[in-house]
Nanobody
């Protein structure tokens, strides 16, 4: 069974830093991409950053130069280092796992999975 567990959300002042973590389990034999999204109150969920199976990284323009996505050594954990936080970064942050294949990955695992979300509050 595929599971995602997020952590690291908190309340900080503008200019501060936070590091979010997302640990995936049940994906040992699968190939996947991982990304972060966020959703502020009253707004649609928006893309923040992604790292694909090849290590290619993409950022939303709004976070470029401030946020850094990375994978843990075991590659089943993704981190989002957030620096120079702004009040507009306040949102629920969600980890997304996209399983795309893998020789021994069960076919019915090929899907998108979301974490439960972790709240980030940035005060001015």
């Amino acid at each position: 069974q595929v599971q995602l567990v997020e952590s690291g959300g908190s309340s900080v002042q503008a200019g501060g830093s936070l590091r979010l973590s997302c640990a995936a389990s049940g994906i040992t034999y699968c190939t996947y991409d991982m990304s972060w999204y966020r959703q502020a109150p009253g707004k649609e969920r928006e893309f923040v950053s992604s790292i694909d199976r090849y290590g290619s990284i993409t950022y939303a323009d709004s976070v470029k130069g401030r946020f850094t996505i990375s994978r843990g050594n075991a590659k089943d954990t993704v981190y989002l280092q957030m620096n120079s936080l702004k009040p507009e970064d306040t949102a629920e942050y969600y980890c997304k796992l996209k399983i795309v294949g893998g020789l021994f990955c069960p076919r019915d695992y090929l899907n998108d999975y979301w974490g439960q979300g972790t709240q980030v509050n940035v005060s001015s």
